[in-house]
């Protein structure tokens, strides 16, 4: 879910959790990566990402995860994203995407609760919250992308996030939201 994230492959279990760009902003985004030919476009729900691809051992390990995540959402409390224009990590890592104008420092109070516990792990990377537009593709298809969606805005309030399981089909999908204050159960 992350670059530089090795790409979930073989029998294991692997999760991510994330902040879900809610609609229409998702799906906005998510239609714009496609019509830059990102392959991921449809593999990938438009996110914010928390803790990066991760391999779990098993379901007592998913089991104590979910209960870590809990009592971090209960712990929490909403907070306001604003997204506004483009960036890239590139020349380090190939990624182009759509900017946190507000709400970064939010994100990464959450992101320090998220990857600790069970969840405690070394990033490859320092945290830099961000939402993914253009993925190792060409050049010249990573600069249309940093133009095209350079004016792109849009505001919300994050009242959870979501714990996702990467599928054998490929496709990373929702297995569970928690939000803020509250415990709900799983859906």
């Given at each position: 879910?992350?670059?530089?994230?090795?790409?979930?492959?073989?029998?294991?279990?692997?999760?991510?959790?994330?902040?879900?760009?809610?609609?229409?902003?998702?799906?906005?985004?998510?239609?714009?990566?496609?019509?830059?030919?990102?392959?991921?476009?449809?593999?990938?729900?438009?996110?914010?990402?928390?803790?990066?691809?991760?391999?779990?051992?098993?379901?007592?390990?998913?089991?104590?995860?979910?209960?870590?995540?809990?009592?971090?959402?209960?712990?929490?409390?909403?907070?306001?994203?604003?997204?506004?224009?483009?960036?890239?990590?590139?020349?380090?890592?190939?990624?182009?995407?759509?900017?946190?104008?507000?709400?970064?420092?939010?994100?990464?109070?959450?992101?320090?609760?998220?990857?600790?516990?069970?969840?405690?792990?070394?990033?490859?990377?320092?945290?830099?919250?961000?939402?993914?537009?253009?993925?190792?593709?060409?050049?010249?298809?990573?600069?249309?992308?940093?133009?095209?969606?350079?004016?792109?805005?849009?505001?919300?309030?994050?009242?959870?996030?979501?714990?996702?399981?990467?599928g054998p089909d490929g496709v990373w999908r929702p297995r569970r939201d928690f939000y803020f204050g509250k415990d709900v159960p799983a859906g």
């Amino acid at each position: 879910m992350t670059p530089g994230t090795p790409a979930p492959t073989g029998p294991a279990r692997w999760i991510g959790v994330a902040v879900p760009i809610p609609d229409p902003y998702g799906t906005e985004l998510q239609r714009a990566r496609g019509a830059l030919g990102d392959p991921l476009a449809d593999a990938i729900p438009t996110h914010i990402t928390l803790l990066p691809p991760t391999e779990v051992a098993g379901p007592g390990a998913l089991a104590a995860i979910e209960h870590h995540l809990r009592s971090v959402a209960e712990a929490g409390a909403p907070f306001r994203i604003r997204l506004s224009g483009t960036g890239t990590f590139r020349p380090v890592s190939p990624v182009v995407f759509v900017a946190l104008a507000e709400g970064a420092d939010g994100c990464g109070r959450l992101q320090r609760r998220v990857v600790s516990g069970p969840l405690s792990r070394e990033l490859e990377f320092p945290y830099h919250p961000h939402v993914t537009v253009a993925h190792h593709l060409p050049e010249e298809v990573m600069d249309r992308a940093y133009k095209e969606l350079a004016s792109y805005k849009a505001a919300f309030t994050v009242e959870s996030f979501s714990l996702y399981e990467h599928g054998p089909d490929g496709v990373w999908r929702p297995r569970r939201d928690f939000y803020f204050g509250k415990d709900v159960p799983a859906g």
